[in-house]
């Protein structure tokens, strides 16, 4: 732009840098685009061109962005394999990603789902929760990931009220009624608005291959949390223990750690943590002197009537599936008993 001005104007360089009062190499290096033109040199251009400074400043940005982005490209050029470790077919399927038949474009899509500059980002955001799962089965800490990242696209569409400590328990309560009367079409929506009155934001996310995680709870700013359900297992028994799992580590722990559900978690800090989660969640859906009334009751292994658990549940209010789930995890009764009381689930769409 400077020397096809400069020749319109018959102009020499050594001329302009005299008018300007900057060296005659400053003028020469801005042209060949070596040095970057300077908001002072903007003001001075146009003295001297009659050339608005907002409109060279506004062409410095813009040539200086596009040689970034030719800089990224060229970095992500070399950077392509890294799409092998992402469930990038799975993505698109799910509508999450849009396919791109140039890797790097494919990479640059990926990136921005991730919410990350680059590759090298993912270890400082994703890997320490991604990698902190079972060690008892295979799973993929990409894939991990991107059900971690697609939960917190999910949330940010959320509208939430501040967290309030009070409320939620509130919230709490009114999930638990809301187990016994469940509608398969209309649960999610009504949990999630239940929750976010309290600040907490409830998301349903289909499992990815590899990821064998049930739930996720983080904090997404100190007056927002996410408890992020898979439905792993598509009954209500899982997706109700694992939701107020889920609801025990926002009241019972710290703002810092994210949890996942779905494993045995390395070190003996999160584990005790986990314990703890499974605690709260057993003893919330069934209180634990209405528990020791039901066993009381069972007059020995595998020997209960499915209309003795089904009354049972009625009289605290809760769904059947949450007693026999309870009473077959403790191992008493067969896992292959009343499993007809359980409600099945469809996959979250997500």
Same mark, same amino acid.
């Given at each position: 732009?400077?020397?096809?001005?400069?020749?319109?104007?018959?102009?020499?360089?050594?001329?302009?840098?005299?008018?300007?009062?900057?060296?005659?190499?400053?003028?020469?290096?801005?042209?060949?685009?070596?040095?970057?033109?300077?908001?002072?040199?903007?003001?001075?251009?146009?003295?001297?061109?009659?050339?608005?400074?907002?409109?060279?400043?506004?062409?410095?940005?813009?040539?200086?962005?596009?040689?970034?982005?030719?800089?990224?490209?060229?970095?992500?050029?070399?950077?392509?394999?890294?799409?092998?470790?992402?469930? !990038?077919?799975?993505?698109?399927?799910?509508?999450?990603?849009?396919?791109?038949?140039?890797?790097?474009?494919?990479?640059?899509?990926?990136?921005?789902?991730?919410?990350?500059?680059?590759?090298?980002?993912?270890?400082?955001?994703?890997?320490?929760?991604?990698?902190?799962?079972?060690?008892?089965?295979?799973?993929?800490?990409?894939?991990?990931?991107?059900?971690?990242?697609? #939960?917190?696209?999910?949330?940010?569409?959320?509208?939430?009220?501040?967290?309030?400590?009070?409320?939620?328990?509130?919230?709490?309560?009114?999930?638990?009624?809301?187990?016994?009367?469940?509608?398969?079409?209309?649960?999610?929506?009504?949990?999630?608005?239940?929750?976010?009155?309290?600040?907490?934001?409830?998301?349903?996310?289909?499992?990815?291959?590899?990821?064998?995680?049930? #739930?996720?709870?983080?904090?997404? @700013?100190?007056?927002?949390? =996410?408890?992020?359900?898979? =439905?792993?297992?598509?009954?209500?028994?899982?997706?109700?223990?694992?939701?107020?799992?889920?609801?025990?580590? !926002?009241?019972?722990?710290?703002?810092?750690?994210?949890?996942?559900?779905?494993?045995?978690?390395?070190?003996?800090?999160?584990?005790?943590?986990?314990?703890?989660?499974?605690?709260? @969640?057993?003893?919330?859906?069934?209180?634990?002197?209405?528990?020791?009334? =039901? =066993?009381?009751?069972?007059?020995?292994? #595998?020997?209960? @009537?499915?209309?003795?658990?089904?009354?049972?549940?009625?009289? !605290?209010?809760?769904?059947?599936?949450?007693?026999?789930?309870?009473?077959?995890?403790? #191992?008493?009764?067969?896992?292959?008993?009343?499993?007809?009381?359980?409600?099945?689930?469809?996959?979250?769409?997500?």
């Amino acid at each position: 732009m400077l020397e096809e001005l400069l020749e319109e104007r018959g102009m020499t360089q050594a001329e302009l840098a005299r008018r300007t009062g900057r060296p005659t190499k400053t003028i020469n290096e801005i042209i060949k685009g070596k040095t970057a033109l300077t908001p002072e040199t903007a003001l001075q251009f146009e003295r001297v061109l009659g050339v608005p400074a907002s409109l060279w400043t506004k062409w410095e940005q813009a040539y200086q962005e596009s040689q970034a982005r030719l800089e990224e490209e060229d970095d992500h050029s070399d950077q392509t394999d890294w799409l092998d470790h992402s469930p !990038i077919r799975e993505m698109v399927s799910k509508g999450w990603l849009n396919a791109c038949d140039d890797p790097v474009d494919q990479l640059r899509e990926l990136l921005n789902f991730l919410g990350i500059a680059s590759p090298e980002q993912w270890d400082d955001v994703y890997e320490t929760a991604a990698f902190r799962q079972s060690q008892a089965f295979e799973v993929d800490p990409y894939a991990v990931a991107v059900w971690l990242r697609q #939960g917190e696209r999910l949330a940010q569409q959320v509208e939430c009220e501040p967290y309030d400590e009070g409320e939620f328990k509130r919230a709490l309560h009114e999930v638990r009624d809301l187990t016994a009367h469940l509608n398969p079409d209309t649960y999610q929506q009504q949990v999630q608005e239940i929750c976010s009155k309290a600040g907490v934001a409830v998301v349903f996310v289909p499992e990815l291959p590899e990821t064998r995680v049930s #739930g996720a709870t983080k904090w997404l @700013s100190k007056s927002r949390a =996410l408890i992020q359900l898979s =439905l792993r297992y598509k009954r209500d028994d899982h997706l109700w223990f694992t939701f107020f799992h889920e609801a025990g580590h !926002i009241l019972l722990h710290g703002k810092r750690d994210v949890f996942l559900e779905g494993g045995e978690q390395a070190g003996e800090g999160l584990r005790k943590k986990e314990a703890e989660a499974d605690r709260f @969640s057993a003893d919330f859906l069934i209180p634990p002197y209405e528990w020791k009334r =039901l =066993l009381a009751r069972l007059p020995g292994k #595998g020997n209960a @009537s499915r209309e003795t658990l089904a009354a049972f549940a009625r009289e !605290i209010g809760v769904a059947p599936g949450i007693v026999v789930g309870r009473l077959q995890h403790e #191992g008493r009764v067969p896992f292959a008993h009343y499993n007809g009381l359980k409600v099945q689930l469809n996959e979250p769409d997500g």
